[in-house]
């Protein structure tokens, strides 16, 4: 894997052992509490790891196509993951989740949805074993908000969208 990459996806997946042992300890009744018009903690998970299914899923596909077909991030995917960023870091702005990962059930299983997340960064793993140096530049993800970006603003991304759901399940398990 290559280096930046390999250091990016090791931080990711602390982040989420870091979270689950958090998850681990907490009771029952916390794991699923939730105030009005919000979600509770495993319901948190539960959106993070559908989030995650759908941009492994979406550079699975992308990885695909001939490398030619692909675009270079250049400056613009440089500023737009900036911004995006940046975005996720400010903790007092609310943003609506896109469709297909805001559907979430009213009590998600804390075990399965745990395993599933496992498994998932597992292959993302692979995935990102198969990134050549060429590839890197390339915008192998779309988001559905900021648009193209590459594979290490990708990671980026996932990384702050991930710190920020953190926070609020710490914050809504007290």
Same mark, same amino acid.
């Given at each position: 894997?290559?280096?930046?990459?390999?250091?990016?996806?090791?931080?990711?997946?602390?982040?989420?052992?870091?979270?689950?042992?958090?998850?681990?300890?907490?009771?029952? @009744?916390?794991?699923?509490? +939730?105030?009005?018009?919000?979600?509770?903690?495993?319901? !948190? *998970?539960? $959106?993070?790891? &559908?989030?995650?299914?759908?941009?492994?899923?979406?550079?699975?596909?992308?990885?695909?196509?001939?490398?030619?077909?692909?675009?270079?991030?250049?400056?613009?995917?440089?500023?737009?993951?900036?911004?995006?960023?940046?975005?996720?870091?400010?903790?007092?702005?609310?943003?609506?989740?896109?469709?297909?990962?805001?559907?979430?059930?009213?009590?998600?299983?804390? @075990?399965?949805?745990?395993? +599933?997340?496992?498994?998932?960064?597992?292959?993302?793993? !692979? *995935?990102? $074993?198969?990134? &050549?140096?060429?590839?890197?530049?390339?915008?192998?993800?779309?988001?559905?908000?900021?648009?193209?970006?590459?594979?290490?603003?990708?990671?980026?991304?996932?990384?702050?969208?991930?710190?920020?759901?953190?926070?609020?399940?710490?914050?809504?398990?007290?």
């Amino acid at each position: 894997m290559l280096p930046k990459l390999d250091a990016q996806h090791k931080r990711i997946n602390q982040k989420l052992d870091e979270a689950l042992n958090y998850l681990e300890h907490l009771q029952e @009744e916390k794991l699923h509490a +939730a105030g009005t018009g919000q979600w509770s903690a495993a319901q !948190i *998970i539960y $959106h993070l790891l &559908t989030a995650e299914t759908g941009t492994t899923n979406y550079l699975k596909k992308k990885m695909l196509a001939p490398p030619e077909e692909v675009g270079n991030g250049g400056v613009m995917a440089a500023i737009r993951s900036y911004l995006l960023r940046r975005a996720l870091r400010n903790y007092t702005k609310k943003f609506k989740a896109p469709k297909v990962a805001a559907e979430v059930p009213p009590r998600p299983d804390y @075990e399965t949805t745990r395993d +599933a997340y496992l498994a998932l960064r597992k292959e993302l793993g !692979i *995935i990102l $074993h198969s990134f &050549t140096k060429t590839m890197e530049p390339k915008t192998y993800f779309k988001h559905p908000v900021a648009g193209k970006l590459t594979i290490g603003q990708t990671l980026g991304f996932m990384e702050d969208h991930f710190d920020r759901h953190f926070e609020q399940v710490k914050e809504r398990s007290k």
